[in-house]
């Protein structure tokens, strides 16, 4: 199994980017996947989830500004961030789950992608 994100960057306050992570190894349409980040000093957190037949879970300091999403096609699950905040600044990370549910956790990690927001 290998995920690999990218799309991570340095944006203003207010700004949007959209995070790719396309994965490998294992027959992507049959597995949840997840995004998580970890800011400097602090615990990794939760972010996103989507099942295998497109059902969404948010973390509640979501608030709408983000959205996960995914093409089997391209075996590639995507964040866009939108309206970022300083303290989105993080290392976002996704994962693959042990099966298809969006309840699912994680049993893959891939290496990460930086999102600085300032100004």
């Known amino acids: 199994v290998q995920l690999v994100e990218s799309g991570g960057g340095l944006v203003q306050p207010g700004g949007s980017l959209r995070l790719s992570c396309v994965a490998s190894g294992f027959i992507f349409y049959n597995y949840a996947m997840r995004w998580y980040r970890q800011a400097p000093g602090k615990e990794r957190e939760w972010v996103a989830s989507?099942?295998?037949?497109?059902?969404?879970n948010y973390a509640t300091f979501v608030k709408d500004r983000f959205a996960i999403s995914r093409d089997n096609t391209r075996n590639t699950v995507y964040l866009q961030l939108d309206s970022l905040k300083p303290e989105d600044t993080a290392v976002y990370f996704c994962?693959?789950?042990?099966?298809?549910?969006?309840?699912?956790?994680?049993?893959?990690w891939g290496q990460g992608t930086q999102v600085t927001v300032s100004s």
């Open positions: 994962a693959r789950c042990y099966d298809g549910s969006v309840y699912s956790t994680p049993q893959y």
């Open positions: 989507i099942s295998n037949g497109d059902i969404t």
